[in-house]
């Protein structure tokens, strides 16, 4: 579990909890104007321009997730700000710092924490003193990787030395976040209980979801189920309210095309009008061209007008689109906080875990998991059990398990089965299903009875 929440707030320093909303071609178009103004500059001593360009490709390959290729650019980030630094050392160390705080997240990320402590310590010494923003911020991230390793009095360490020297990061969510895992880490759980309230109330929405997680794991480890339950409610309200804020400024990019398509109508008008007074003082004073200047006239109207019909149309399936794509990134928003569900079923699997490794569930705790299932898939084994009515209860129970996307470790333990024949109980489950699905995967075919 707790690995699952270290892996969370990696991703938040990182800068990846976010919807990108950019279209995949845009994307691929960014990377080869990147990739090619880098080839007119290679050749330069342009080493600080190159740094910028490196930088800039190693995001681009960071959104991607591809690593290998992120790495290998936030390499030669570090190269060129050692260039820089034999001309001017105060520029070329921060530089240095930059590339090299940038190198540990990605180590962190990967789980390389020995490698990501030493190019974080590095970066904070290279660091020039006054900027105590960047130095703090390498702090908090060296306590992030002593979090990951366990280490408490070090995550303490780390995160008291951000705020002593730069005050203002206490107001950051990083902080909040990773001060109150330390203090779980090191068992002050009172204290730690005492700051969450005031914690998830300051920060942000993001930082307030991370929060309210951790409050409820307490509550639950506590066996205070009320108050777990509702964390629990509170942690779906806010889940629910960043997709709408995402889902907001998404139709706020539609909006914007609306207005402006209408602006464009009335360039459109006023142009019309335009071409008209135009026709009608040459018409005055050109009476015996008046029939090729009505000709002319009328078919520059019929243009402009198919020219405003042809724009309107291409407006409207642009809205159109954007609109699909509001809904699809809704519906990865909504089948990625399904897919972290299992997280809720977690201390119910953990309460029945047996001497044996194994979990034996009472009936009363099924029930609890098919209530679950359908509090947050609203229907889910009802129609489950509709369109396949030779589906025993233990069979619909499985498919709960599997959307709630329990690994295999954790199936095997409730089954009392190898981890490695959970992959034959799932194919069998899949010719229950349908036999047309062999080359599907199961939790993609029961993605259907989601509403």
Same mark, same amino acid.
């Given at each position: 579990?707790?690995?699952?929440?270290?892996?969370?707030?990696?991703?938040?320093?990182?800068?990846?909890?976010?919807?990108?909303?950019?279209?995949?071609?845009?994307?691929?178009?960014?990377?080869?104007?990147?990739?090619?103004?880098?080839?007119?500059?290679?050749?330069?001593?342009?080493?600080?321009?190159?740094?910028?360009?490196?930088?800039?490709?190693?995001?681009?390959?960071?959104?991607?997730?591809?690593?290998?290729?992120?790495?290998?650019?936030?390499?030669?980030?570090?190269?060129?700000?050692?260039?820089?630094?034999?001309?001017?050392?105060? /520029?070329?160390?921060?530089?240095?710092?930059?590339?090299?705080?940038?190198?540990?997240?990605?180590?962190?990320?990967?789980?390389?924490?020995?490698?990501?402590? %030493?190019?974080?310590?590095?970066?904070?010494?290279?660091?020039?003193?006054?900027?105590?923003?960047?130095?703090?911020?390498?702090?908090?991230?060296?306590?992030?990787?002593?979090?990951?390793?366990?280490?408490?009095?070090?995550? &303490?360490?780390?995160?008291?030395?951000?705020?002593?020297?730069?005050?203002?990061?206490?107001?950051?969510?990083?902080?909040?976040?990773?001060?109150?895992?330390?203090?779980?880490?090191?068992?002050?759980?009172?204290?730690?209980?005492?700051?969450?309230?005031?914690? %998830?109330?300051? @920060?942000? %929405?993001?930082?307030?979801?991370?929060?309210?997680?951790?409050?409820?794991?307490?509550?639950?480890?506590?066996?205070?189920?009320?108050? #777990?339950?509702?964390?629990? %409610? @509170?942690?779906?309200?806010?889940?629910?309210?960043?997709?709408?804020?995402?889902? @907001?400024?998404?139709? $706020?990019?539609?909006?914007?095309?609306?207005?402006?398509?209408?602006? &464009?109508?009335?360039? #459109?008008?006023?142009?019309?009008?335009?071409?008209?007074?135009? $026709?009608?003082?040459?018409?005055?004073?050109?009476?015996?061209?008046? $029939?090729?200047?009505?000709?002319?006239?009328?078919?520059?109207?019929?243009?402009?007008?198919?020219?405003?019909?042809?724009?309107?149309?291409?407006?409207?399936?642009?809205?159109?689109?954007?609109?699909?794509?509001?809904?699809?990134?809704?519906?990865?928003?909504?089948?990625?906080?399904?897919?972290?569900?299992?997280?809720?079923?977690?201390?119910?699997?953990?309460?029945?875990?047996?001497?044996?490794?194994?979990?034996?569930?009472? &009936?009363?705790?099924?029930?609890?998991?098919?209530?679950?299932?359908?509090?947050?898939?609203?229907?889910?084994?009802?129609?489950?059990?509709?369109?396949?009515?030779?589906?025993?209860?233990?069979?619909?129970?499985?498919?709960?398990?599997?959307?709630?996307?329990?690994?295999?470790?954790?199936?095997?333990?409730?089954?009392?089965? #190898?981890?490695?024949?959970?992959?034959?109980?799932?194919?069998?489950?899949?010719?229950?299903?349908?036999?047309?699905?062999?080359?599907?995967?199961?939790?993609?075919?029961?993605?259907? /009875?989601?509403?």
């Amino acid at each position: 579990m707790k690995k699952l929440l270290y892996i969370l707030l990696i991703a938040l320093f990182a800068g990846c909890i976010k919807v990108n909303d950019a279209p995949v071609a845009e994307e691929d178009a960014a990377l080869v104007s990147l990739l090619n103004e880098l080839d007119k500059c290679q050749e330069s001593g342009e080493h600080g321009k190159r740094f910028k360009l490196y930088s800039q490709i190693a995001a681009e390959y960071e959104k991607k997730n591809l690593t290998g290729l992120q790495k290998q650019y936030q390499q030669k980030m570090l190269s060129e700000a050692e260039a820089v630094n034999h001309i001017n050392k105060v /520029y070329g160390h921060a530089l240095m710092a930059e590339a090299l705080q940038r190198l540990a997240t990605a180590y962190m990320v990967e789980g390389n924490l020995d490698s990501a402590l %030493i190019e974080a310590h590095q970066a904070y010494q290279l660091a020039p003193k006054d900027t105590v923003d960047f130095r703090a911020q390498t702090l908090l991230l060296l306590a992030q990787i002593h979090l990951m390793a366990g280490n408490g009095d070090s995550v &303490e360490h780390y995160t008291q030395e951000a705020k002593r020297i730069y005050a203002k990061v206490v107001q950051s969510d990083l902080y909040r976040i990773t001060h109150a895992y330390g203090l779980n880490l090191q068992g002050r759980n009172e204290e730690m209980l005492a700051l969450l309230p005031s914690y %998830i109330n300051e @920060s942000g %929405i993001h930082g307030q979801a991370e929060l309210t997680r951790l409050l409820m794991y307490q509550h639950e480890e506590a066996e205070k189920w009320h108050d #777990a339950y509702d964390d629990a %409610i @509170s942690l779906m309200d806010i889940t629910d309210s960043i997709a709408r804020t995402e889902a @907001s400024e998404n139709m $706020a990019r539609i909006h914007a095309l609306q207005h402006e398509r209408q602006m &464009e109508f009335q360039r #459109a008008e006023r142009k019309a009008g335009q071409a008209r007074l135009y $026709a009608i003082i040459i018409g005055g004073l050109l009476l015996l061209l008046a $029939a090729s200047v009505a000709g002319l006239f009328y078919r520059r109207k019929a243009r402009i007008a198919h020219a405003r019909e042809l724009e309107a149309m291409r407006l409207s399936e642009a809205a159109q689109t954007n609109e699909n794509l509001v809904r699809e990134e809704n519906i990865k928003l909504q089948r990625l906080y399904y897919e972290h569900l299992y997280a809720i079923i977690l201390p119910i699997l953990n309460a029945h875990r047996g001497k044996s490794g194994h979990i034996n569930l009472e &009936e009363s705790s099924w029930e609890l998991i098919e209530k679950n299932t359908d509090m947050v898939l609203p229907g889910f084994t009802s129609r489950l059990r509709r369109q396949h009515p030779t589906l025993t209860t233990e069979d619909v129970r499985f498919c709960c398990l599997l959307m709630m996307r329990v690994p295999n470790a954790l199936l095997a333990d409730v089954y009392g089965i #190898a981890p490695t024949s959970v992959a034959v109980r799932k194919q069998r489950m899949k010719k229950k299903l349908d036999n047309d699905i062999q080359n599907q995967k199961i939790e993609d075919y029961l993605n259907q /009875y989601i509403i």
